[in-house]
């Protein structure tokens, strides 16, 4: 299994941005498709945004036009631009990797998932 460091989360004012970042250990991190997902108190996990091995990307609807997924492969490392950001964007930020497409949007999609990096937005 790889293993998935993220970085770059901390408070921020309503409007601000954050970019974060998520590391992977396995030298293979090209052929993994990538996801982030949050949690806020009290709910459940969300997807936010994933990207293919082919730089195909997908977002949440609430993220659409302010996040942008990327991925480095050389860095083995996978980014989360977050911009304009609201209080309700609040919450534990998860990467988790996936050896195949299916289920992008979902928690059951992923083997392999972070510790989480949290993100305060105040408002």
């Known amino acids: 299994q790889v293993l998935l460091v993220e970085s770059g989360g901390g408070l921020v004012q309503a409007g601000g941005s954050l970019r974060l970042s998520c590391a992977a250990s396995?030298?293979?991190?090209?052929?993994?498709?990538m996801g982030w997902f949050r949690q806020a108190p009290g709910k459940e996990r969300e997807f936010v945004a994933a990207i293919t091995t082919g730089r195909s990307t997908f977002y949440v609807d609430s993220a659409k036009g302010r996040f942008t997924i990327s991925r480095d492969n050389a860095k083995n490392t996978v980014y989360l631009q977050m911009n304009s950001l609201k209080p309700e964007d609040t919450a534990v930020y998860y990467c988790?990797?996936?050896?195949?497409?299916?289920?992008?949007?979902?928690?059951?999609?992923?083997?392999?998932w972070g510790q989480g990096t949290q993100v305060t937005v105040s408002s």
């Open positions: 988790a990797a996936s050896r195949s497409s299916r289920g992008l949007v979902t928690t059951s999609g992923y083997e392999c």
């Open positions: 396995e030298r293979t991190f090209s052929t993994y498709y």
